[in-house]
Nanobody, 132 residues
Framework: QVQLVESGGGSAQSGGSLTLSCTAS????????LGWFRQAPGKERKGVATIASDGSTSYADSVKGRFTISKDSAKNMLYLQMNNLKPEDTAMYYCAADLNPRVHSAVQALGVKTPSSIFGYWGQGTQVTVSS
């Protein structure tokens, strides 16, 4: 079973930047990675940014203009560049992946509103803490 591993989290000051990375334990299809979600304590996991099979992206309103999702197929990596961080960005961040065409269709149609429950593969998460 493919395992996902996130890295790059940590602490940052408000206005700072962090870049999250996600890699898979084995070579996967270029269409494997689908997005980043985050979960703050006591809150549900929500979509931050998604990238569909055709490369189209979707962002939560709260991060538009500040975060950028990208993939590097040659390196089998998914990234989330986070700029102008705010304290409300503090959360555990997870990358999500799947090869099921139905999941990909959902991401294509719904973007960040795709329910987290339908993704088959998750990383263990990386903590991002932003202080004011």
């Amino acid at each position: 079973q493919v395992q996902l591993v996130e890295s790059g989290g940590g602490s940052a000051q408000s206005g700072g930047s962090l870049t999250l990375s996600c890699t898979a334990s084995e070579a996967t299809s270029d269409h494997y990675f689908l997005g980043w979600f985050r979960q703050a304590p006591g809150k549900e996991r929500k979509g931050v940014a998604t990238i569909a099979s055709d490369g189209s992206t979707s962002y939560a309103d709260s991060v538009k203009g500040r975060f950028t999702i990208s993939k590097d197929s040659a390196k089998n990596m998914l990234y989330l560049q986070m700029n102008n961080l705010k304290p409300e960005d503090t959360a555990m961040y997870y990358c999500a992946a799947d090869l099921n065409p139905r999941v990909h269709s959902a991401v294509q149609a719904l973007g960040v509103k795709t329910p987290s429950s339908i993704f088959g593969y998750w990383g263990q998460g990386t903590q991002v803490t932003v202080s004011s």
